[in-house]
């Protein structure tokens, strides 16, 4: 749940110059002093200092947090290599398994939240895979040391606070471990998530976001419901595109009826007339002209308010489709090699020369880099995608 707050459009890259990356810059003060105004803050906000205390006992910054904060991937993924790493048969067994062995559970949260089984389910799978993997760093500790850093100190110690509060209210076990970002549980849930949307569904008084699948289904489905999912609405659905097509109408900004997309010529993905319908939707190529095209629903954007990213929201969408029995995509995987961070500045410096503002480079191909890489197409009498990719890389060099 911590991308939700600062997930980029792809996968993370790593800075390919060290004197780039970040540094671990604490104050002038000491650990120990900084937790003292910490620990003040959070007896402001009615924290027990036995608590506090407990927490923080003989509390040591993890250096491993730091450099799990400097060290991502180095390449972007672009669309079929990212679904393919999430959408796998692994997966979609294991997903199908989830769902009959919790069925009446996923049923019941269905009818309160309006969230259906397999979208939960979906998501379960790309955040932890199904709980296998929700985090083995001290909560408190990781969060302590992310806070001390000045680089994000606000926003990561208002999740530190939080998660103190969490634990005096009992709602959090003191020990409780999660993600190297302070993200815990089955559906990897920042502290203040967990405070606004998560679930006591049993009623034991904790949230029990690691062992307690009431829990963890009810705070997932609370949470999408809260944040814009719509009852008895499809995510989105691949569709097929005219050769007429004009691709500048593929984005999100632009929102049309389906039967205002029908009226252009956007088919069902295997050919057929879309169903006639006044929901507002949007047409997305993550892959540029030449690959696949969807047409995405209201209940896309809030899975992109769970997690702001195109490729991961695709990937939940398509996930939850295939758990819910329907095909493989109708579209052919293209492959095509991955570009670096310093691929993409170079990218960015090219257009910038070329009169084309992406901002200062930065590796990250965001709004402001596709609507540049637009109009570098427009001016070249190019497919209008905006795509920045291999392709567009090789027409900069």
């Not at 110059?17 to 959070?42: G, H, I």
């Not at 060290?71 to 079929?80: P, V």
């Not at 991961?312 to 570009?339: F, W």
């Not at 009498?381 to 090789?394: A, E, K, R, S």
Request: include cysteine; hydrophobic fraction near 40%.
């Amino acid at each position: 749940m911590f991308r939700l707050i600062i997930c980029l459009l792809f996968s993370s890259w790593a800075f390919a110059n060290d004197t780039l990356a970040p540094k671990f810059v604490p104050e002038s003060q000491s650990f120990e002093d900084f937790l003292l105004d910490v620990r003040q803050k959070a007896v402001s906000r009615g924290v027990s200092t036995k608590t506090l205390d407990q927490v923080f006992l003989g509390l040591k910054p993890n250096p491993k947090v730091i450099k799990f904060d400097q060290t991502q991937a180095e390449f972007s993924q672009n669309f079929w290599r990212y679904l393919g790493s999430r959408v796998s048969e692994y997966r979609l067994n294991k997903g199908a398994q989830k769902l009959k062995i919790y069925q009446q559970t996923l049923q019941e949260n269905y009818q309160k939240y309006g969230v259906p089984p397999h979208i939960i389910v979906a998501f379960w799978g790309l955040e932890t895979n199904y709980g296998s993997n929700t985090g083995s760093l001290n909560l408190v500790r990781s969060l302590a040391t992310l806070s001390y850093d000045k680089r994000r100190r606000d926003f990561f110690t208002e999740q530190l606070l939080t998660l103190l509060t969490l634990i005096d209210e009992h709602k959090i076990p003191p020990n409780a471990e999660g993600s190297w970002a302070g993200a815990m549980g089955n559906v990897q849930f920042m502290p203040t998530n967990v405070a606004a949307y998560g679930v006591d569904a049993d009623q034991d008084g904790e949230i029990g976001l690691w062992d307690n699948t009431q829990d963890i289904f009810s705070s997932a489905a609370n949470f999408l419901q809260k944040i814009g999912w719509k009852r008895g609405q499809r995510w989105g659905r691949e569709v097929s595109i005219p050769e007429t097509f004009d691709y500048q109408l593929a984005t999100l900004r632009v929102k049309k009826t389906v039967n205002e997309w029908r009226a252009l010529g956007v088919k069902t993905a295997n050919g057929k007339s879309l169903p006639s319908s006044t929901i507002q939707a949007s047409l997305i190529l993550p892959m540029g002209y030449k690959g696949p095209a969807f047409l995405t629903y209201p209940n896309f954007h809030a899975i992109l308010r769970w997690n702001h990213s195109i490729l991961y929201a695709l990937s939940v969408g398509h996930l939850s489709d295939r758990l819910a029995g329907t095909n493989k995509l109708y579209a052919a995987a293209i492959t095509e090699p991955s570009l670096s961070r310093e691929n993409i500045m170079q990218i960015q410096a090219q257009l910038n020369q070329f009169g084309f503002d992406t901002g200062e480079p930065d590796g990250i191909s965001g709004p402001k880099t596709r609507n540049a890489a637009r109009e570098y197409q427009r001016a070249n009498q190019l497919p209008i995608d905006g795509y920045v990719g291999y392709q567009l890389f090789q027409q900069l060099k």
